[in-house]
């Protein structure tokens, strides 16, 4: 099944796909085609999909329809069944991190008809998802959560959707202006040197239950995080959680991320930086050299939590999440995508 999101981006979605959908006639590959109509109706879609019918779901959209169906699927009391059907990613969105971090990880220049490739020549690949529990709501992401400057200025650049991937930067350049500063608490669980992090489904996990197995966050969001946890309080002025390496077309976050290691990457920059800081961190995040500054840290952590006033803005994916309250667990290849390793 190909699902369209023809108002993705900059409506493009149908157009795009109309110029690659003889690659799949010609690779022998049926397509049923599905336009979006309304707001989460890819939701509404993976929902009720015959999964036993299709070998593969083809996203034509952004990473924000990506995020519709990842819910979807993961509504449904057969999640563990659906899950592992694999995605395949024609970008076609003003965000497309996910379809540039598996071009680049393919060794494939980033292009719609490279995308199209990879979904017809690619093989399933391992993708983690992490479960992201708020105070009011459990979702599943399969790229990124952003808080403080980062967060507000991907709310804040739906006002310039006309843009296409440039409004990211137009409101950064609004959001840097503006010298706020958030606070809050950060809170993770520290990797051991030796670790190894189990997959998912070879940990041997229990397909019958209602969700994911959560092993390291708390029994819920009430409850009070292990004194285990490593917490860092005080202000943030970037907070970028990574499942993948690039963000966007034009952001390599996290560079040592890799959408099945079983970590996320969490970008953060502490306490409260100048406006030549900002435009230094976001003047490399096309190459990645930003790690490299001296106010700039790196951390990779299974599962974590983030405390802040409910008025602060977070986004999981491209989609708001209220009440200033996230916890995050990652569970290594619950999911699949069509890619091509090196």
């Given at each position: 099944m190909v699902i369209v999101n023809p108002a993705s981006g900059q409506s493009k979605g149908v157009k795009l796909f109309q110029k690659v959908e003889a690659l799949f006639a010609h690779a022998n590959i049926h397509v049923t085609k599905v336009l979006t109509e309304r707001a989460a109706h890819a939701t509404e879609l993976a929902t009720a999909i015959d999964h036993t019918q299709y070998d593969a779901l083809v996203i034509v959209g952004g990473d924000g329809v990506i995020y519709e169906v990842v819910q979807g699927l993961m509504q449904r009391p057969d999640w563990a069944d659906v899950i592992q059907i694999p995605l395949a990613i024609l970008p076609a969105g003003g965000g497309n991190g996910l379809a540039k971090s598996l071009t680049e990880s393919s060794g494939e220049v980033y292009s719609f008809e490279n995308c199209?490739?990879?979904?017809?020549?690619g093989q399933p690949q391992p993708l983690d998802l992490a479960t992201l529990r708020s105070k009011t709501a459990t979702k599943f992401i399969f790229l990124s959560l952003?808080?403080?400057?980062?967060?507000?200025?991907?709310?804040?650049?739906?006002?310039?959707?006309?843009?296409?991937?440039?409004?990211?930067?137009?409101?950064?350049?609004?959001?840097?202006?503006?010298?706020?500063?958030?606070?809050?608490?950060?809170?993770y669980v520290e990797p051991t040197a030796d670790e190894v992090v189990p997959t998912y489904w070879a940990d041997g996990h229990d397909d019958g239950r209602a969700a994911p197995k959560l092993?390291?966050?708390?029994?819920?969001?009430?409850?009070?995080?292990?004194?285990?946890?490593?917490?860092?309080?005080?202000?943030?002025?970037?907070?970028?959680?990574?499942?993948?390496?690039?963000?966007?077309?034009?952001?390599?976050?996290?560079?040592?991320?890799?959408?099945?290691?079983?970590?996320?990457?969490?970008?953060?920059?502490p306490g409260k930086v100048s406006m030549a800081e900002y435009m230094g961190v976001f003047l490399t995040l096309d190459s990645g050299r930003h790690v490299d500054k001296p106010t700039v840290q790196v951390i990779k952590?299974?599962?974590?939590?983030?405390?802040?006033?409910?008025?602060?803005?977070?986004?999981?994916?491209?989609?708001?999440?209220?009440?200033?309250?996230?916890?995050v667990e990652v569970h290594r290849a619950l999911g699949r995508v069509m890619a091509i390793r090196k």
């Open positions: 199209a490739y990879l979904a017809i020549k952003s808080w403080a400057f980062l967060a507000e200025m991907d709310f804040e650049s739906e006002k310039y959707r006309f843009a296409g991937a440039q409004r990211f930067t137009i409101s950064s350049l609004g959001k840097i202006l503006s010298g706020k500063n958030w606070s809050g608490s950060f809170s092993t390291l966050l708390p029994p819920s969001a009430e409850d009070p995080k292990p004194e285990t946890w490593k917490t860092i309080e005080g202000n943030f002025s970037l907070f970028w959680a990574m499942n993948a390496a690039w963000a966007g077309t034009n952001g390599l976050v996290a560079p040592s991320a890799e959408f099945d290691d079983g970590y996320m990457h969490v970008v953060i920059m952590t299974r599962a974590f939590e983030v405390k802040a006033p409910e008025s602060d803005i977070m986004m999981a994916d491209g989609e708001r999440i209220d009440g200033g309250f996230c916890q």
